[in-house]
């Protein structure tokens, strides 16, 4: 078979294939070129999804006719003043996206420069059929209808207008997060999606459009190493979401899905949250142009950094210091699902700004759930609770010295009840203790090694051979965590110290679900976070306390160690150790207030 060069509108379709596979990221590519224009705001009308019909609008610089003309033909681009690619600020630099999208739907472009007037070029699936005047005001008006009418193999695999109108929900929600310089509005099927002003604070933008509960259960992020900037907002571990979806990743203002990203914001969370949770972010990593390739992919979504180990360490690293700052601050609400079942009473306006972030302590809008409670009738319970009092001998203190209160007794063995100058405390113990395992565990790692207690009797554990052969290479660090182990035989271990920090462990177990933690990671995952989830189960261990009756000693002891131990506002598994109802809030449900 002879070789023949194709014709521009074959290589138009088949570039088409990898920039448009679907509407959402014709969407990307027509609003990233209004960005690229200048536009100060851009409107968007999307019909069934963005199959039917996607309209453009915006008031950027326009194009002139003869513009209009090269701006479809390929490799025609007015983004790349001179030939670096590394230097381009913009979003596009390909020259690629109009033609292709142009070859595989009916594309109606009409431009105007300020002080000209407008003009329209028609072009259906690759043949330009109109062209002329228009009347529009200075910007550029793009409409893309019947997106792959023309090629079946394609349409075929359209998912449902639901589903295609998802993604592009996803892809404008980036791009508005990247520029809250620039005022977004969305239509979907002629309802109003969300009309964003300009010149909103980052972080405001971000919780508009993703959780506006977001501002109060979020910090702010801003880390620096070299010539690496990461900034933005990061949920704090209680504030999870069972799915990955809402995390937004830029980099150099250009929204990416990056592995690397993904996985080092799966490592700063590790030991915070459930593996099967996921924190909501928006970060923004901006560094030279030159440390970064953003030519990896058609579609732009993915960069290669010159660096990648300084951008991992800095968000692993940054943002779990980031996040341990935080102490004992928890969530400020309770779940979603729990407070709607509390709404017996319209809930008190939630105070929208960013600036009280760090303010007040959590759970603010508790007491609609206390006064359903307190107006149900009373009746003798079968079973006598078995809550104890204390005397309250001690003061109450100050809110500067002890942010969580002195104990005054404990319900169901299991929560600590203390007062607060400010409110009433009501600690999970049993959460809270697995906390500062954790976080003594940790911090023997980092120092001296965990202090070991030596068994009485070594314990032998049978256990298969990978297994075996998995906890001896870890033997060196497992030792440094306070275990000691040795190779007994190709199917045993023998175990001769625990750490002292857990008390008396029952060995077999604690062995057993290292093995099985050891076998669950991922290879990719560095030695230290390795030894990192490792400790984490041994915590899970080392919560002797649960359901334990605890003296008020015991349990100030407990509260006293939170307030100055980092992280210990959650358990291991992301859920929150303690919660406060405020005096206000108490005064409320009696009606003094
Ligand atoms: N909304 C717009 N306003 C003004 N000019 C535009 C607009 N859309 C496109 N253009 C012009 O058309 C050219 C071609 O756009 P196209 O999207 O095909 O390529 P690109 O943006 O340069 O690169 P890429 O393929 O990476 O997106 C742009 O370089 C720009 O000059
Ligand atoms: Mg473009």
């Not at 409107?43 to 999804?49: D, I, K, P």
């Not at 911090?443 to 032998?460: D, F, N, R, S, T």
């Given at each position: 078979m002879s070789i023949r060069r194709l014709p521009e509108s074959l290589v138009n379709r088949i570039a088409?294939?990898?920039?448009?596979?679907?509407?959402?990221?014709?969407l990307k590519e027509v609003v990233e070129n209004a960005i690229d224009a200048g536009a100060s705001r851009i409107?968007?009308?999307?019909?069934?999804?963005g199959i039917a019909q996607m309209v453009v609008e915006d008031d950027g610089c326009g194009m002139t006719p003869a513009d209009l003309a090269l701006a479809l033909e390929r490799h025609a681009t007015s983004k790349l003043p001179d030939e670096a690619i590394e230097n381009v600020v913009t979003l596009g630099f390909r020259g690629e996206a109009l033609p292709s999208i142009a070859s595989v739907a009916r594309l109606t472009i009409e431009s105007r420069p300020a002080g000209a007037s407008g003009w329209r070029r028609i072009v259906d699936n690759g043949v330009l059929v109109e062209e002329g005047p228009a009347a529009l005001p200075p910007g550029t008006r793009l409409t893309i209808a019947e997106l792959f009418a023309r090629v079946p193999a394609r349409r075929k695999f359209l998912r449902s207008a639901r589903s295609e109108y998802a993604a592009a929900l996803d892809v404008l929600r980036r791009l508005a997060m990247a520029r809250p310089d620039i005022a977004f509005a969305l239509e979907h099927d002629g309802r109003r999606i969300f009309d964003l002003q300009a010149g909103q604070a980052r972080e405001?933008?971000?919780?508009?459009?993703?959780?506006?509960?977001?501002?109060?259960?979020?910090i702010l992020v801003d880390l620096v190493r070299e010539h690496v900037r990461i900034s933005g907002v990061a949920s704090l571990p209680t504030f999870n979401r069972g799915v990955a979806d809402h995390q937004y990743l830029f980099v150099n203002g250009r929204p990416v899905k990056d592995r690397l990203l993904v996985g080092a914001l799966r490592a700063a969370y590790a030991d915070l949250l459930a593996r099967d949770r996921h924190p909501v972010v928006a970060l923004f990593i901006d560094l030279p142009g030159t440390e970064v390739d953003v030519n990896v992919h058609p579609a732009k979504t993915e960069v290669r950094f010159r660096d990648p180990a300084l951008v991992r360490g800095l968000i692993v690293g940054g943002l779990r210091r980031t996040l341990s700052?935080?102490?004992?601050?928890?969530v400020q609400r309770p779940a979603a699902g729990m407070e709607a079942a509390w709404q017996v009473e319209p809930a008190a306006p939630s105070a929208p700004a960013f600036g009280g972030l760090f303010g007040a302590g959590p759970v603010r809008d508790l007491p609609p759930a206390m006064v359903a409670e307190a107006t149900r009738s009373w009746t003798a319970p079968d079973v006598m609770p078995q809550g104890r009092a204390e005397v309250a001998l001690a003061p109450p203190p100050e809110s500067s010295d002890h942010p969580l209160g002195i104990a005054r007794g404990q319900i169901a063995n299991t929560y600590i009840v203390a007062e607060a100058e400010d409110g009433l405390v009501l600690v999970d113990q049993h959460a809270a203790h697995e906390r500062l395992?954790?976080?003594?565990?940790?911090?023997?790692?980092?120092?001296?090694?965990?202090?070991?207690?030596?068994?009485?009797?070594?314990?032998?554990?049978?256990?298969d051979e990978p297994a075996c052969d998995r906890l001896e290479a870890a033997a060196v660090d497992l030792a440094q965590l306070g275990v000691e182990i040795e190779r007994f035989g190709p199917g045993a271990v023998v175990v001769r110290g625990t750490p002292a920090l857990l008390g008396n462990p029952d060995a077999q177990r604690l062995v057993r679900d290292i093995a099985d933690d050891l076998a669950g990671f991922d290879v990719a995952l560095g030695l230290a976070e390795r030894i990192d989830h490792v400790a984490a189960t041994m915590a899970c261990h080392g919560s002797v306390r649960a359901g334990r009756v605890l003296n008020?000693?015991?349990?100030?002891?407990?509260?006293?160690?939170m307030e100055v131990t980092p992280r210990s506002g959650q358990c291991n598994h992301g859920r929150p150790t303690w919660v406060k109802l405020s005096m206000g809030d108490v005064e409320r449900l009696f009606g003094r207030k």
């Open positions: 088409a294939g990898e920039v448009v596979e679907r509407p959402a990221a014709a409107a968007v009308r999307l019909s069934e999804g405001e933008r971000v919780a508009l459009l993703v959780d506006r509960a977001l501002a109060d259960n979020a700052e935080q102490g004992f601050r928890s395992v954790l976080e003594g565990l940790r911090a023997g790692l980092a120092g001296q090694g965990v202090a070991v207690q030596g068994l009485l009797l070594p314990e032998v554990v049978e256990l008020v000693t015991e349990m100030n002891a407990l509260l006293r160690q």
